[in-house]
């Protein structure tokens, strides 16, 4: 906890030019493509280069599509840009137990499927299903990524915004 109360002093200093907050107004999955249309919207006015707002959209709908179908509402987003980083945070008020590892979690879990999809994806029946990816995408596409667990749940990425950083 201690981490993300770090954090999130750190990034309340920051011009409300390099933050963006808002709150889903119900949990329908409907509100997953509101708020990729919205984080993009953002990012984009923010110029961040395309690789990053692609990755970065994807990882708000990952972890709002999460918060969704797993949380309470309501539903919290933020976007924090700085210091060559973009901080993305989803929070919701249900309380999910958590397992952690070392100091930043590893959110792979037991999700250990090969993200070359190519090799994996024919020989278990279960990688076909519609759910169960989401926070290895999460943890594929960003620098560093963790969990605050307590009354809300809190994920978040971290994803580099030089354009350099991304093959």
């Keep these: 906890m201690e981490i993300l109360a770090a954090q999130a002093t750190?990034?309340?200093?920051?011009?409300?030019?390099?933050?963006?907050?808002?709150?889903?107004?119900?949990?329908?999955?409907?509100?997953?493509?509101?708020?990729?249309r919205k984080a993009a919207g953002v990012l984009e006015r923010w110029r961040l280069p395309r690789a990053t707002v692609d990755d970065a959209v994807l990882v708000v709908c990952?972890?709002?599509?999460?918060?969704?179908?797993?949380?309470?509402?309501?539903?919290?987003?933020?976007?924090?840009?700085?210091?060559?980083?973009?901080?993305?945070?989803?929070?919701?008020?249900?309380?999910?137990?958590?397992?952690?590892?070392g100091p930043d979690l590893d959110l792979d879990l037991d999700l250990d499927m090969d993200l070359d999809l190519g090799v994996e994806l024919g020989a278990d029946p279960d990688h076909l299903g519609e759910c169960g990816r989401g926070l290895s995408i999460v943890a594929a596409l960003s620098q560093a990524h963790g969990y605050e667990g307590g009354d809300s749940t809190t994920f978040w990425a971290r994803l580099h915004t030089h354009p350099t950083d991304h093959a």
Excluded: C, M, Y
């Excluded at 999460?66 to 919290?76: D, E, K, Q, T």
């Design 62 to 101: 990952e972890l709002v599509t999460n918060a969704i179908r797993h949380g309470r509402s309501p539903v919290h987003i933020a976007l924090h840009r700085g210091q060559g980083a973009l901080t993305i945070s989803v929070s919701d008020q249900g309380h999910v137990p958590f397992p952690t590892k």
């Design 10 to 36: 750190a990034l309340s200093l920051l011009p409300t030019a390099d933050r963006h907050v808002w709150s889903l107004p119900d949990t329908d999955l409907a509100q997953a493509a509101h708020t990729r």
